[in-house]
């Protein structure tokens, strides 16, 4: 297990975050219904004081390299431990024995995990092919870019880039899909942009693994890249982080891993080491 900085000793369920900034939780009212955040409210979420306290007055590369040493302090979990990691990370703040399906926005029961078409399974955002990291320990098991999804929309999703057009993905209204690349609904792009810039900042090709690198391409296939980049820089500005991303964040650090995404803690250095 790696060491990591000082960190607060239990994690905040998302209902207690939103009380206590004094606000309604997210609805998700039926286990059919896709979840819709408010992104506008406030949360009480945030980062340690000193967390980025070495990347503070930074930009560009050196903020990127900042940043690559702040998160690289996180304990790794297996592929199995990811199962019932997900089920905090990702836990329905309305009905505890759910959980939100990333792409359909659906709350289905934690026990309905696996490989049948209507089970949920664990998606990579960042395709575990760009880059042929698979599942292995570290960027194959990182909870900062794997969500339950739907088995089907999983399949239909597959390793493709992220891109805007195509037409709607049964069984996940928002959601488009062509040849070469997938779209996401409305409400999770901002989610995914972040994930994937993530996983640029963390795996930086010095620890065994690709140097994984967004870029403003599609059908990258193998190449430990994924695109677009200028699509993603876009969602992240049109859909930023909300409560339950947030939150998301607070249980991967506090239970789990024990290092953050800095995108959701500082969406505005997207743009910084991203020009």
């Given at each position: 297990m790696s060491t990591h900085r000082a960190r607060r000793s239990r994690r905040l369920p998302l209902l207690a975050v939103v009380a206590a900034a004094g606000v309604a939780a997210p609805s998700v009212a039926a286990a059919n219904t896709p979840a819709t955040?408010?992104?506008?409210?406030?949360?009480?979420?945030?980062?340690?004081?000193?967390?980025?306290?070495?990347?503070?007055?930074?930009?560009?590369?050196?903020?990127?390299?900042?940043?690559?040493?702040?998160?690289?302090?996180?304990?790794?979990?297996?592929?199995?431990?990811?199962?019932?990691?997900l089920k905090s990370t990702d836990e329905d703040p309305d009905n505890p024995s759910n959980v939100i399906l990333l792409y359909s926005g659906r709350s289905q029961a934690k026990d309905a995990s696996g490989g049948d078409p209507d089970d949920w399974n664990r998606e990579h955002v960042w395709a575990k092919s760009h880059g042929d990291f698979g599942t292995a320990t570290g960027p194959g098991t990182d909870l900062h870019h794997l969500r339950p999804a739907n088995v089907k929309v999983n399949s239909t999703r597959g390793n493709k880039d992220f891109d805007d057009g195509?037409?709607?993905?049964?069984?996940?209204?928002?959601?488009?899909?062509?040849?070469?690349?997938?779209?996401?609904?409305?409400?999770?792009?901002?989610?995914i942009a972040r994930m994937i810039l993530y996983m640029a900042v963390r795996y930086d090709g010095d620890d065994g693994f690709p140097d994984l690198e967004p870029n403003d391409k599609v059908d990258n296939g193998s190449a430990p890249n994924i695109g677009r980049l200028s699509?993603?820089?876009?969602?992240?500005?049109e859909d930023p982080p909300d409560d339950f991303e947030k939150n998301r964040n607070e249980v991967i650090y506090d239970s789990f891993q024990h290092n953050r995404n800095p995108f959701i803690d500082h969406p505005e250095w997207v743009d910084s080491i991203w020009k």
């Open positions: 955040a408010d992104t506008t409210r406030p949360t009480a979420v945030q980062a340690p004081d000193d967390y980025y306290q070495d990347a503070t007055g930074k930009s560009g590369p050196e903020l990127k390299a900042a940043l690559h040493t702040i998160i690289s302090e996180q304990t790794k979990l297996s592929y199995d431990e990811v199962w019932d990691a195509g037409e709607e993905v049964p069984d996940a209204p928002g959601n488009r899909t062509d040849d070469d690349s997938f779209e996401p609904r409305d409400q999770v792009k901002g989610d699509v993603l820089k876009k969602w992240s500005a």
